[in-house]
């Protein structure tokens, strides 16, 4: 029984604590960092004021020295939701949260003014506006500034919409350097992965044509195949990976590659026209020369056949029935207002 009272006491006693972490808010602004001076408080909180008595918001300002073990999000919402920031019915209360010592600021939004002053519109106050301030150590002339954004914003629906637009026109120039950087970079991985799975095919195409001339073993033609295959198939994950990751960014589509590993089959029946073409190509090259004539080897190579066409350094060409050499092969590597957690963090 006694064990139960203790661990009843302080469990009570946590949750109290917990309950009182936050500041009780007096004041529109509430200074604890010093960060301010004292006229410079007094005019930024007469303004506050003058925005709940003009629109019925409220903009509060809270700056502290440190965090402690919580994050910045976290204690931006505790603290909001403890004061109640806003009115009762409305939630349209919106609270910056400086800290000094962490180098961090969250513009916290009630749930009332969400579809204003939205994730981005915050996000974007604090990036251009206060963070090159603090860079600078100019504490004061960012949060002053980035207040008067919100109480402008709030005050004048026009100038909001502005705003949002200018966002999403540098969204939409963001988003077109991007794609030309990822398409490039995609673009090379292709080129790459073309290379080696066009320089693979080849040698595929070659072991079938050294095969119906009897130059090839049967036997060792096809394990020179399914070496072939793998490189092959090193070459296409080059092709394949880029165009997966493309289609589920530009589709929004995260499951593109589920389909390839929840049928396995398909490797299998791919594998059928992969080698297919592949002997037909060597077999029409084959007739198309008219210099060689069908036969079939079981086990023997032709060493000197076999040198020349397969060696390490072996290229080929399509438009003849010899190789050349050419480089080896590698691998590549308030007021009863409430928050549920809108708003937008920075640090500097």
Known sequence: MLKKTIFLFLLVTFYANAQEQYYELRDFVTDSAGIFTASQTADLNQ?????????????????????????????????FNQNKIGQEGKDNGLLILFSELDREVRIE?????????????????????MIPNFKEEAYFTGINEASNQLIEFLNDPSALEEFKKEIADEDSKEKLYMNIFLGMFFSIFI??????????YVNVIEVFRGVFIGKLGLLPGVFMLLAGLFSSIFGLVFII????????????????AAFIFDEPSLILWLLLPFFGIAAIVAFIKLKISGKEDLSISWIKNDKSYYRKTFSSSGTHSFSSGSSSSGGSSSSFSGGGGSSGGGGSSGSW
Do not use: C
């Open 47 to 79: 303004r506050l004021v003058a925005l709940e008595e003009n629109t019925t918001n409220q903009l509060v300002i809270v700056t502290i020295e440190g965090l402690g073990f919580d994050t910045i999000e976290s204690y931006a919402n505790g603290l």
């Open 109 to 129: 939004v009630g749930y009332g003014l969400e579809p204003y002053i939205t994730d981005a519109v915050a996000s974007r106050i604090i990036r251009n506006t």
């Open 191 to 200: 080129g790459v992965g073309s290379f080696f799975f066009l320089k693979s």
């Open 241 to 256: 990976v880029p165009l997966i990751i493309g289609y589920s960014i530009y589709m929004s589509n995260s499951q593109a």
